[in-house]
């Protein structure tokens, strides 16, 4: 197996995870990590350089492949300037949240001929994999119906809420594109309703915490999203899709399967508390997949029009909250 | 327990399922059944007097409380005569699909000072009861979503189709009664899209056969419903309430508890085929508490302003599908 | 359907269900019951005659069939009287705690002609008549291992303890029975041993509390059976057969089908509680198995013979405990 | 940390998986791995020395632990010997199959005053250590009842069973640590009793295929312990413990969470087919342990004792079986 030379830029909280990742894969060397803000005091081995200049991730002649971990705005430039020296890309969600500015990137992409994926790693866990599976497989028929739950453990700072680009752009943003993926079928249009029930500071700074959203699909399909930025018994994250000859349900995952029966009840643990936790397996499952795309020469399973279908899906969802009406998706 | 005679009207499906439950019955006798149409050779027993006429029912002093079983055009009408004779009422849902004519009777019924109850049975289903338990017990807290899957195992004759006022007022009207009772509030405004997936012909009727319903309750909760005409593997009853201290959700009910495990997976039986069969026990209790409101005296506990409510919301979710636009339900 | 005319013999806790299960049947008459110590003030409707002796019973020709519900020492006596005097019989378990008692009144009513039943009414549940289903269906392939969890929610008293027969004899008899019924086949060795864990006195009566029991089967399939004398979360009634294509698993009955999620876990209600409960439906279904061999003249679903067997298999077991070796089961 | 260097003896199946572990852990150096037989030519990396010699690893000074995954036999040889060397041990299981072996050298390696661990790896699967967990707390209250279920997907070739030590040895031997580990109780008396029902030929090579176990344990509980040697629907891997509290009951691990609903049923895919997948995370917390042990100078989390336990229980059962009476384990 031909080993990967990749850089990674940003060395916050995901681009540990994905860097931790590539350190236990074969065929891959992190070369280098460049983050103007990160303490590279105890973190990674000295076999990796550091620095805070991008410069020494993209002018790098030996490095093949390039992470953009950083912060949401430098997206866009880092992967611009990545495609143009040469490297293939894998960049976090979203690439921008102004679709205008991820076309202009996409087209930079495409100019350079090089891959690019774009970090929708739900799609790499083993339970919604299985449910598009049932799909794919023709085991539960043409789909009707899609209902995704999509719930997090606690609210986030006011402060992140208020550059996150909405509940729609940052947190269903994974549903949009979880509902493409499962149907392999796009998003028409978008009726979205929204609330504020549980911390008056996000409505005060212009956003919901509870969401419904409904949508119809190209091939006909419905289907229907609802979040909560607060679930107070773990990350809820669950699938189902209904079809004509059955329906596939994707359950939370736990920590153990045990039961435990007492005189109050019978009772489970909690689902996993977060991300970090319930999405360890798909965070490394996307990184061997854009691995595997370059060394087989393939195309990256989740490519930069996802990432614009999804943005796009998510402002006419906001756009659609904002004037209570139902609101088409803009064409890529 | 003091016995109370009681008369039907209509021998149809849903007719005999209640007096078949009535005869299983302790301090209530049934005396008279009318029905222009029914076969009686093998059915009542000989002690139950049967004819024709609603006047067999209705002009019989001695007949305390009259279960109004007939076609939907006749529920009005029928409640109305039952209510000035004094009978009290228990009456098959949709009282009428006119919300100006549902008014009028709550009127006579309310100046006759009778009981009426109309029958959305499914709230005296012991799981869905158990939801609503979870909410008034404060177990999970303020109610912020309700989730409802309501998905027949078969979709009707299209001639049934024809006249039943459409997915709405026929099925999802169920579900509508369902939101109210597990939140105990209002439907305020109304989203609804839909599609022919299963049937052409439920189309070139006029109806939808497939349904995602969001809607705006008066507490600030938001609720979906979804609907299918058609799931292969049964008829799939499931609500879910979230809310701010964790979510009850209820599961379908099953013929036997048992996990068969073989090559070629793990299997259990499908849920319970229909309503008859998943909602036997929720039928006879929905008469258990229209006799004992009529024993202590006290409200029935679906009354016909619930009747009421349902057909608002059902109307407003037909017009909401058919102009592509949220709609405002009618007050009461 | 023809009406059968019954007497009751005993009108204690099994005799007042199974005679109140019989009023809401077609086609059989309650036509008196008999006990010596019953208080018949509020029960039962004024149409069925009551009495202190058994002769009401048994001495009326126009009675067809009794049930015997009387304590165990009366058992053996009047199922002879009742087969003497023409009856077929219904005769809870156990026949008696005497094998050649039991094969004497067996020969009785082999020579009277007349039916007889015997009250195993977990056959009749129909969680566990799925599981005898997935092994004559062959869904399980041939039988290898049986697994019983029987445990009930709390113990009895000491003095219901010490005239019980020991636990072998009143509480594993009715798994026993399960692992005959479900695998077709016979018992041929038990080992047996048990536990005072739960209640002192239960020891000093003589008897224990927890037992696990492993049966070696003459189709040479292994079984094991545990009972406990008080699970703190409810009714414990579980089987599984496993087999040469898989298993088969009978989880248990719950009041309904809600799981509540919250801060502290993800949480059902407990089983219910005890076997008035859990077998509501099986008391009913045997009763109606009865009528059923009456008026087509086939055999009961449950023979004496059953009643003979899981005796021989209690009396090894509890030899097996007290001498701490395996046991052959002897012939009937 | 400290980092450890480690040797490996055996590079077959288990050590592979072993050593593989080690390369994804920090703290830990593989410097060399001996085995006669293996085939180095792709695996390990080059920085690993290799060869056929176990002095490679046992004469290397700088070694400071080591790892014995070669053939049973050798167990207690390369542990005597690793000991002598002053190297840490981690032995997999059994460490000999005769307990009179296995106390000479527990007294080596306790005259050496080095660690040793042998490899019980289901005790640290997150589901077994949750009941263990449920246990200690004192959630459950005091141990009764412990059942287990060990079931594997297919036999093993009849070639292998022949110096397998038999089915209690082999395969039982894991399931007897299982109950010592989540009573933390010993086992006192053995009954166990078996079959062939799968295999003729292993009954031929004087085996048994299937078998049940019932044990009695110093601190009063029972336990029962099932196992089979062909479950067709995958690995079959169960415990519960039941207490006067409560019980704690472990599932099957699956590799999705995903139901599928169809005309046929509700089905799920089957558990994890075999020990590889399904002890894929216990095999590499256990060396965790392992290291941890080291670094902290603490007690390893199964030491030599254990090994030894589970043998004596071993032949107890062999012996019950073979004599068909229960008979005690021999003291350590």
Same mark, same amino acid.
């Given at each position: 197996?031909?080993?990967?030379?990749?850089?990674?830029?940003?060395?916050?909280?995901?681009?540990?995870?994905?860097?931790?990742?590539?350190?236990?894969?074969?065929?891959?060397?992190?070369?280098?990590?460049?983050?103007?803000?990160?303490?590279?005091?105890?973190?990674?081995?000295?076999?990796?350089? *550091?620095?805070?200049?991008?410069?020494?991730?993209?002018? #790098?002649? @030996? =490095?093949?492949? $390039?992470? &953009?971990?950083?912060? !949401?705005?430098?997206?866009?430039?880092?992967?611009?300037?990545?495609?143009?020296?040469?490297?293939?890309?894998?960049?976090?969600?979203?690439?921008?949240?102004?679709?205008?500015?991820?076309?202009?990137?996409?087209?930079?992409?495409?100019?350079?001929?090089?891959?690019?994926?774009?970090?929708?790693?739900?799609?790499?866990?083993? *339970?919604?994999?299985?449910?598009?599976?049932?799909?794919? #497989?023709? @085991? =539960?028929?043409? $789909?009707? &119906?899609?209902?995704? !739950?999509?719930?997090?453990?606690?609210?986030?700072?006011?402060?992140?809420?208020?550059?996150?680009?909405?509940?729609?752009?940052?947190?269903?943003?994974?549903?949009?594109?979880?509902?493409?993926?499962?149907?392999?079928?796009?998003?028409?249009?978008?009726?979205?309703?929204?609330?504020?029930?549980?911390?008056?500071?996000?409505?005060?700074?212009?956003?919901?915490?509870?969401?419904?959203?409904?949508?119809?699909?190209?091939?006909?399909?419905?289907?229907?999203?609802?979040?909560?930025?607060?679930?107070?018994?773990?990350?809820?994250?669950?699938?189902?899709?209904?079809?004509?000859?059955?329906?596939?349900?994707?359950?939370?995952?736990?920590?153990?399967?045990?039961?435990?029966?007492?005189?109050?009840?019978?009772?489970?643990?909690?689902?996993?508390?977060?991300?970090?936790?319930?999405?360890?397996?798909?965070?490394?499952?996307?990184?061997?997949?854009?691995?595997?795309?370059?060394?087989?020469?393939?195309?990256?399973?989740?490519?930069?029009?996802?990432?614009?279908?999804?943005?796009?899906?998510?402002?006419?969802?906001?756009?659609?909250?904002?004037?209570?009406?139902?609101?088409?998706?803009?064409?890529?």
């Amino acid at each position: 197996m031909r080993t990967i030379t990749v850089g990674v830029l940003g060395a916050g909280r995901i681009g540990r995870i994905h860097t931790n990742n590539l350190f236990r894969m074969s065929g891959v060397r992190v070369k280098s990590i460049a983050d103007p803000y990160a303490d590279f005091t105890n973190w990674p081995p000295d076999a990796v350089a *550091t620095g805070p200049d991008p410069e020494l991730v993209l002018d #790098d002649p @030996e =490095i093949e492949a $390039v992470l &953009i971990c950083s912060p !949401t705005p430098t997206h866009a430039p880092f992967t611009d300037a990545a495609a143009k020296a040469g490297k293939h890309i894998f960049c976090e969600k979203p690439v921008d949240l102004d679709p205008d500015r991820i076309r202009q990137t996409l087209a930079v992409v495409e100019a350079a001929g090089v891959k690019m994926q774009v970090g929708f790693n739900r799609r790499f866990d083993p *339970t919604f994999a299985r449910v598009r599976k049932a799909v794919t #497989d023709g @085991e =539960i028929g043409d $789909v009707q &119906i899609v209902k995704i !739950t999509s719930r997090d453990p606690e609210a986030p700072p006011v402060s992140y809420v208020e550059t996150s680009g909405g509940i729609f752009l940052d947190m269903t943003i994974h549903d949009f594109d979880m509902v493409r993926f499962v149907t392999g079928s796009e998003v028409e249009e978008v009726y979205a309703m929204g609330a504020v029930l549980i911390d008056p500071a996000i409505g005060d700074a212009g956003d919901v915490d509870t969401a419904v959203t409904a949508l119809k699909m190209a091939n006909g399909a419905l289907a229907v999203i609802e979040n909560s930025r607060q679930a107070v018994y773990g990350y809820d994250q669950r699938v189902e899709v209904f079809g004509s000859k059955g329906s596939a349900e994707a359950a939370n995952e736990t920590a153990n399967r045990v039961t435990v029966s007492g005189a109050g009840g019978v009772r489970r643990d909690n689902p996993l508390y977060f991300f970090l936790e319930r999405y360890q397996v798909s965070f490394a499952a996307e990184l061997e997949a854009f691995l595997t795309s370059i060394r087989e020469d393939g195309d990256p399973p989740v490519g930069g029009r996802d990432g614009l279908m999804s943005v796009l899906i998510g402002l006419a969802a906001a756009r659609s909250m904002a004037e209570d009406r139902p609101v088409k998706v803009e064409a890529p």
